[in-house]
């Protein structure tokens, strides 16, 4: 599996040297045949899990609360623009 360690860097708006580059490739490769390996692996009748303990949900019943008001939020909002707060742009497109 491959991956363009600039395009990942872009993604996440760092700005790595080459060496650094270098280490991030590196450290990915080891991962990615790390996961590649355990994708081989033959679990037999063993179903997915995500806790080996057995937990059920527990639901609590929808109650209305106190609420703010529309000002109230407002108070602490950098930009509003009718009912839209105006936050910077954090992804460059």
Known sequence: MSFDVNRIASLANLTL??????TVETKMEGIL???????????GD???SISSYDLATVLREDIVG?????E???VNVPKLDDFSIIVPQV???
């Open 17 to 22: 040297s080459e060496e650094e580059k270098q």
């Open 33 to 43: 045949k790390f996961v590649e390996s355990i994708t081989k692996l033959d679990l």
């Open 46 to 48: 063993h179903s997915a």
């Open 66 to 70: 106190p609420t703010l008001s529309p």
């Open 72 to 74: 109230e939020l407002a």
């Open 91 to 93: 992804i460059k497109k």
